[in-house]
């Protein structure tokens, strides 16, 4: 899925070139994530549940969580540079991983983008000025996605009161990697955030 896997996706609701990513704030024992495609459909949706020691969250392709994609599972419950491994719900194959870079990310987001063999193939970063937003969280952020030194997906924070909502541009990707794991990164970096504006 990490190298390869988003041409198989080539139709249906992955194939969109732009998603928009939203944060419920007021979901009970945990919050909501929903990714819409361009025409406000419903893509993908998590639920993150709350008072679990170690990090495990599955991505839903229905808001019944009946339709399982894929399985987010935290290999450490407490890490600098916490690696989270990707599997596919349907075969439960690793996929990838997903490990942050903890002391740089204290000052700019970033995470190092793992095939099931441990290389590193790809990167997440925040972009702009990373150091401002840590002190004045009002200003919006944004990161990009690259896949052996290539752009492939970009994540833009829109304002909005009361939530968080992200457009996920995946304009440059052409096949090269399965939308559902830049979802996944999209959800990754909106919960960094949410972690941070709350101190924790």
Do not use: C
């Amino acid at each position: 899925m990490v190298p390869a896997g988003g041409q198989q996706l080539a139709a249906g609701p992955f194939a969109h070139p732009m998603y928009t990513v939203k944060q419920s704030y007021w979901a009970f024992l945990g919050r909501t994530t929903r990714v819409l495609s361009p025409d406000g459909m419903l893509v993908a949706y998590i639920k993150r549940p709350v008072f679990k020691w170690k990090e495990e969250m599955i991505i839903y392709a229905d808001e019944a969580q009946t339709m399982p994609l894929l399985m987010i599972k935290a290999r450490q419950a407490i890490a600098i540079n916490l690696v989270r491994d990707v599997f596919d719900s349907s075969t439960g194959e690793l996929v990838g991983s997903i490990r942050q870079r903890g002391l740089k990310s204290m000052f700019r987001d970033t995470w190092d983008i793992l095939d099931p063999h441990e290389q590193q193939v790809g990167l997440m970063q925040e972009d702009g000025n990373s150091f401002l937003r840590r002190l004045f969280p009002i200003l919006l952020g944004k990161w990009h996605i690259e896949l052996h030194a290539q752009p492939v997906a970009y994540i833009k924070q829109v304002f909005r009161f009361f939530a968080k909502e992200y457009t996920l541009d995946m304009t440059p990707n052409q096949g090269r990697m399965d939308p559902r794991f830049a979802m996944a990164l999209a959800v990754l970096a909106l919960y960094a955030e949410t972690r941070r504006e709350q101190g924790s």
